[in-house]
């Protein structure tokens, strides 16, 4: 049974740094699809960033590129996102996703495998 559960959110500044975590157990093989999704009050969900099982970044919102950087520890099946520079619309909640089968797509419906998120609120 997969589990996955993120960490490090929470309430900063504008222009402040948070980074995320996501430790997973469940999964029996090393280099799943993983990906940080965000999803603000009112609005979709949406993709932030994802990788493939290589350590391959798939994806980076237009809106993050340059401030936010996700990693992965392959071994552990870990992930992880570096946000800096933090605007108030990063403001959301922020979920870590994993899909087990071939390929990393693109929606958030083709992700099975969800963790129960964690705020991130950016004041200006």
């Known amino acids: 049974h997969v589990q996955l559960v993120e960490s490090g959110g929470g309430s900063v500044q504008a222009e402040g740094s948070l980074r995320l975590s996501c430790e997973s157990s469940g999964i029996t093989y090393r280099g799943p699809c993983m990906g940080w999704f965000r999803q603000a009050p009112g609005k979709e969900r949406e993709r932030v960033a994802t990788?493939?099982?290589?350590?391959?970044?798939?994806y980076v919102h237009p809106s993050v590129k340059g401030r936010f950087t996700i990693t992965r520890d392959k071994d552990k099946n870990a992930l992880y996102l570096q946000m800096n520079s933090l605007r108030p619309d990063d403001t959301a909640m922020y979920y870590c996703?994993?899909?087990?089968?071939?390929?990393?797509?693109?929606?958030?419906?083709?992700?099975?495998?969800w963790g129960q998120g964690t705020q991130v609120t950016v004041s200006s």
């Open positions: 996703a994993v899909r087990l089968n071939t390929g990393c797509p693109t929606f958030p419906r083709d992700f099975p495998y």
């Open positions: 990788m493939d099982g290589d350590g391959t970044i798939i």
